[in-house]
């Protein structure tokens, strides 16, 4: 059975310039230390960065970090590690116009008709671009 | 990166320094609660691509030089209770850092 990192939420007390991710030293209680097992769609977006990061070289780690940490606080803590990396590749991939943000949007519509045609649930979670994706 | 003899650094390990207590426009590597704080060099790791730069698709130029700083953990945390030895390092580059007095 798949197993999920848990997902909790805390204010950044004394905030004030520090950024969502830059949490060293408050208190966030105990570590959740279970390993969890990898979706395939998490194994391809870890592909996908090396790919486009150290073999294309269409951007950086460091602009992923970047577009991560700029996502607020709720979506920061709400989503998983993966999805804060495949979310960035969007992003990235929109911001260095290598895909437009339609032909993302389009791609997902196609894809979510696909499955509700086949009878399986689609999540209706909309995609949300970072605040610092030009769109 | 550039070898180490071939680099200017502006402090040498055993240096005191404190890290610039401001906030960071955009992506830093510099934690927030190292900001204001003191501590020793302890390595000179070279010069590397500004990842403040990288960050944002320019060329990471010019090299930013990457020190490995020591400190105590007793200077970090208010109230701490372990060892009075125990201490923290962190990787900060040149900019973030500033003579002690």
């Not at chain 1, 969502?20 to 977006?45: N, Q, S, Y």
């Not at chain 1, 209706?124 to 970072?130: A, F, G, H, P």
């Not at chain 2, 501590?39 to 060329?59: F, N, Q, T």
Request: glycine share 8%; hydrophobic share 35%.
């Amino acid at each position: 059975m798949t197993t999920s990192p848990t997902r909790k939420t805390f204010l950044r007390d004394g905030g004030g310039g520090r950024a969502v991710h830059d949490v060293g030293g408050l208190d966030f209680g105990p570590i959740d230390r279970h390993e969890h097992d990898l979706a395939l769609w998490e194994k391809r977006t870890d592909a996908m960065l090396i790919l486009l990061a150290s073999k294309k070289d269409v951007f950086k780690i460091d602009a992923m970090r970047r577009v991560i940490e700029d996502y607020g606080q709720q979506e920061y803590d709400r989503t998983t590690y993966y999805e804060k990396w495949i979310r960035a590749i969007r992003n990235l991939l929109v911001e260095q116009e290598i895909v437009s943000a339609e032909e993302v949007e389009r791609r997902m519509a196609e894809v979510a008709d696909r499955h509700r045609a086949a009878g399986r649930e689609v999540a209706k979670d909309r995609i949300e671009w970072s605040r610092s994706t030009p769109l | 990166m550039t070898a180490h003899s071939q680099i200017a650094t502006r402090f040498k390990v055993g240096a005191r320094v404190r890290i610039a207590d401001r906030s960071a426009l955009g992506h830093c590597r510099t934690p927030w609660y190292l900001r204001g704080r003191i501590g020793e060099i302890v390595e000179v790791h070279g010069a590397y691509h500004d990842p403040e730069r990288l960050a944002y698709h320019k060329p990471g130029l010019p090299l930013q030089v990457l020190y490995k700083v020591r400190f105590l953990q007793s200077d970090l945390w208010p109230g701490y209770h372990g060892p009075a030895t125990d201490h923290l390092e962190a990787d900060i580059y040149e900019y973030w850092l500033e003579p002690t007095l």
